[in-house]
């Protein structure tokens, strides 16, 4: 009899172990996915923090995904171009960022699951003086963390 009981507790703990693992993998799993939907940017015009209507369209797809996993932790890294002093350009991007998470928290997204930080123009392509290139560094990041 006492046998019986623990064979039948090791496989009651196999069990367990397995749908645990398989639990984490299909928590990873929705991360990456996550992390994939989200990976598009926002954009924002020279001096800007407010978005244009088009990339305001870009910001509302990604809060049906955001309130699908309320768990999600999200950092908004907010980005600037190289022109302009380094403090206003760190500003700035904090102001992006924050505006961003407002857009979101206003639509129901918990903005305590929405953290701002600024990298201003220190990931900027800085020897570009073609304006297309620079628009690119104006942009808020989504990083799932």
């Known amino acids: 009899m006492m046998i019986k009981n623990k064979k039948y507790l090791f ?3 196999l069990i367990i172990f397995f749908v645990g693992c398989q639990h984490r993998v299909q928590i990873k799993s929705s991360q990456e996915s996550l992390k994939e939907k989200l990976s598009t940017p926002v954009y924002f015009s020279f001096g800007k923090w407010a978005l ?7 910001l509302f797809e990604k809060i049906s995904l955001l309130k699908a996993n309320p768990a999600a932790v999200v950092i908004l890294e907010g980005h600037t171009d190289s022109i302009g002093t380094e403090e206003n350009n760190l500003e700035l991007g904090d102001r992006r ?5 407002w857009k979101l928290s206003l639509e129901g997204v ?3 699951n929405l953290i701002v930080t600024s990298v201003g123009e ?3 392509t800085k020897s570009s003086l073609d304006e297309s290139v620079r628009s690119v ?3 808020v990041d ?4």
């Open 11 to 13: 496989h009651l703990l």
């Open 52 to 58: 244009s209507p088009q990339e305001e369209k870009k």
């Open 97 to 101: 960022a924050g505006y961003v998470r």
């Open 110 to 112: 918990n903005p305590q």
């Open 122 to 124: 220190s990931q900027s």
């Open 137 to 139: 560094d104006r942009r």
């Open 142 to 145: 989504f990083k799932v963390k």
